[in-house]
């Protein structure tokens, strides 16, 4: 009868210290160092087959963690009023009575809401459905969907806590 004998996965001495040295690594400046050093290991030819790559990507995940920003808790949304937040520099989403986006030409606002609104300058246009919603949006299934007009907008700030996404761009 045949056994079956695992052996233990081997790597590079080079592979291995660099892989720990990246793991451990808090600035962008020390990974262009070992990015460098990782190219006079490969021309000298310290590397196994495939493990380059495995450090490249290392390298490529731990800049985009080392850019990521430091997410700071959201506002509370308390009182009526306009609560604008911006996700890129890591301000997280309050918690709202309505969420409100401004339109492509800026002349009206599209809200959304739980809440049921009439009024002047105020127009239905949907009820939000949890087929027609991304896995982000999931939340807003049975949600009203609004366009209204910026006068409209302003006395609603007035009663509700209105969020708004506000972009770098």
């Known amino acids: 009868m045949a056994k079956i004998i695992q052996f233990p996965a081997k790597s590079s001495n080079a592979y291995t ?13 020390s990974l262009e160092q070992y990015f ?9 030819g310290y590397f196994l087959p495939g493990e380059i790559e495995k ?14 920003p430091e997410l700071k808790p959201a506002v509370n949304a308390d009182t009526p009023g306009l609560y604008l937040y911006c996700p890129e520099m890591g301000e997280q989403k309050p918690q709202c009575q309505i969420e409100a986006a401004r339109s492509y030409y800026g002349r009206h606002y599209h809200i959304s809401t739980p809440l049921e609104l009439k009024g002047r300058g105020i127009t239905f246009d949907r009820v939000l459905e949890a ?39």
């Open 131 to 169: 087929k027609n919603l991304t896995e982000r949006y999931q939340y807003k299934a049975g949600w009203n969907e609004y366009t209204v007009t910026e006068r409209a907008f302003d006395m609603l700030q007035q009663k509700y806590s209105i969020s708004q996404e506000s972009l770098l761009d």
């Open 55 to 68: 450090l490249t990507e290392q390298v490529r995940q731990k800049r985009l963690d080392l850019v990521k």
């Open 17 to 29: 210290n660099l892989e720990q040295l990246i793991a451990v690594s808090d600035s962008t400046a």
């Open 36 to 44: 460098e050093v990782m190219a006079v290991c490969d021309e000298a």
